[in-house]
């Protein structure tokens, strides 16, 4: 039990420990790429002043991401809140799904970059532009998820519902949602993940404050420690995401 334990903590540290030996190898190969030591030293300030507000970009790294996070969060309630509703109607109806199927599988692959454009020319300002980019691009797996969950429903259940005549109201609040919960949760995990990728691409192209602004100004500034900066604070921030929402889907699935 020990080793496992032992094994679980430096496991992780030794893939971070190589991942950082090629890295310095590569600043090695390519002059203008900075090695960790160097992105350290001159990305230190944001780091070790991550709630510091100096100027419009030139902020914390904290309080960066906290600004993306933010539109994140309000793009993602947007996009599940039309989306698991979609799920349900889709699952029930077979109908709905061959009518609506093959405009989700046109819009399904659209990129960010081209929802963009089409939000600021509906709304003309840059923060609802990007919500609506979030919402449209992070919706789908949240669809399909909960659509399948309910196709997903043994008949067994469905007989249940028709013996004891349940309302339409109960059959959806005590069979559907609880046999679906496990294939939303699951949805919800994925439509985050992409949501966070979308705020990058939505804040590069609008230049608000957030971690995808701060790289673009950074990139066109050609301050290549900072946009490693950025890269790597967008790749944790996903990561911490991805596993919150790991841990609220396991405790959902154990209750």
């Known amino acids: 039990m020990r080793f496992n334990r032992v094994a679980a903590f430096l496991l992780p540290l030794t893939g971070v420990g190589l ?30 002043e991550p709630l510091t507000k100096r100027g419009e ?9 906290y600004y993306s996070l ?4 309000r793009g993602f309630l947007l996009g599940i809140a039309i ?9 029930v109806s077979a ?10 599988q046109v819009l399904r692959p659209i990129s960010p970059l081209a929802w963009l454009p089409l939000g600021l020319v509906l709304f003309q300002k840059s923060e609802p532009a990007a919500l609506f980019a ?27 519902a028709k013996v004891l ?9 005590k069979i559907i949602v609880p046999a679906t919960l496990p294939y939303m949760f699951t949805g919800y995990r994925l439509s985050l993940g992409i949501a966070w990728l979308v705020i990058v691409a939505s804040e590069m192209l609008t230049g608000t404050p957030g971690v995808g602004g701060f790289l673009w100004q950074e990139y066109n500034s050609l301050v290549y420690a900072h946009i490693l900066l950025a890269i790597i604070t967008i790749g ?8 919150l929402m790991g841990v609220a889907e396991a405790r959902l699935r154990a209750s």
């Open 83 to 91: 989306a698991t509703p979609l799920g349900f109607l889709l699952g």
């Open 165 to 173: 005549r349940l309302s339409r109201t109960t059959t959806f609040t």
């Open 57 to 65: 970009m030139d902020q914390g790294i904290l309080l960066l991401a």
């Open 134 to 160: 979030i919402a449209v691009c992070s919706m789908w797996p949240t669809v399909i998820n909960t659509m399948m969950g309910v196709r997903a429903i043994p008949q067994d259940y469905w007989n249940v």
């Open 95 to 104: 109908t709905l799904t061959r009518m609506f199927d093959p405009i989700m």
């Open 236 to 243: 944790v921030v996903g990561f911490a995401l991805d596993r």
């Open 70 to 73: 933010i539109r994140v969060t």
């Open 19 to 48: 991942a950082l030996l090629a890295w310095g190898a590569a600043s090695v190969a390519v002059p203008d790429l900075p090695s960790p030591i160097e992105t350290w030293r001159e990305s230190q300030v944001y780091i070790l």
